[in-house]
């Protein structure tokens, strides 16, 4: 085999073991025109972003709270929630002339006092009370079902990085879901899915870490957000690697 062909054939093969993602995000809206000119800013009520996860807390399909839809999840240490809550509120924060939100410890307090007033109030009607209290428009519930970390090098992993979540922002005249952002992924090698160039060439060939991961799910999901501009690709910049 000559040298020029010796070296092709490497390239290639090389090429087949660049590795990117299989998953999905979805984003579902029904937000009215908030291009409408309106006298007061629109008021948004960010709660603490929750884990769910499953009985036997090692690996189960749970469901969300919310929205009744299904996902793979697992308990994960520390804060992640945390986490994936505060990079919502920094896209939040860059929008402030659009709207006004309350978040932290103000959201959260209100939102106690409410669910735990009565036991027979349902989450759904909890939230919006909480909301209608804070004097919010809409309410944002966030969830966290799966953060599982890359176990190896970001260009040799044993496990990948997978992560999965949801948010929900609700009327809180009606409780009805006005805009819904999902993410649930495992990053995979090419040669495993062969279908998501995109994702591949934003983690820039590496095995990310579950920060990066989740990072990339969020920016995905907000760019149907209800507010402009979206997020750009540079807003992962400088994200775990």
């Excluded at 993602?21 to 006298?39: L, M, Q, W, Y």
């Excluded at 799910?217 to 979206?230: A, D, I, S």
């Amino acid at each position: 085999m000559s040298c020029d062909i010796r070296k092709k054939f490497t390239v290639i093969f090389g090429i087949c073991f660049v590795f990117f993602f299989a998953g999905c995000s979805r984003a579902d809206s029904t937000i009215p025109d908030v291009s409408v000119k309106r006298e007061t800013l629109l008021k948004i009520a960010v709660f603490p972003f929750q884990q769910i996860f499953p009985e036997d807390l090692q690996k189960g399909a749970v469901e969300s709270p919310l929205t009744g839809a299904v996902f793979d999840a697992v308990k994960s240490s520390g804060n992640p929630e945390g986490i994936l809550e505060e990079r919502f509120r920094g896209y939040l924060e860059k929008n402030r002339h659009e709207f006004d939100f309350i978040a932290g410890e103000r959201a959260a307090a209100v939102f106690r006092k409410v669910s735990t007033s009565s036991m027979k109030i349902s989450l759904r009607s909890a939230l919006c009370e909480a909301g209608k209290e804070l004097g919010a428009d809409w309410v944002v519930a966030g969830y966290l079902y799966r953060f599982r970390e890359l176990q190896g090098e970001s260009f040799s992993a044993e496990r990948p990085a997978s992560v999965a979540f949801e948010i929900v922002m609700l009327n809180v005249d009606d409780g009805k879901v006005v805009w819904r952002g999902s993410f649930d992924r495992t990053q995979r090698s090419l040669l495993e899915n062969l279908f998501q160039a995109a994702s591949f060439f934003q983690g820039r060939g590496r095995w990310l870490k579950a920060e990066s991961l989740a990072a990339q799910g969020l920016q995905e999901v907000m760019k149907t957000f209800p507010v402009y501009p979206h997020p750009q690709d540079s807003d992962t910049e400088g994200l775990a690697r």
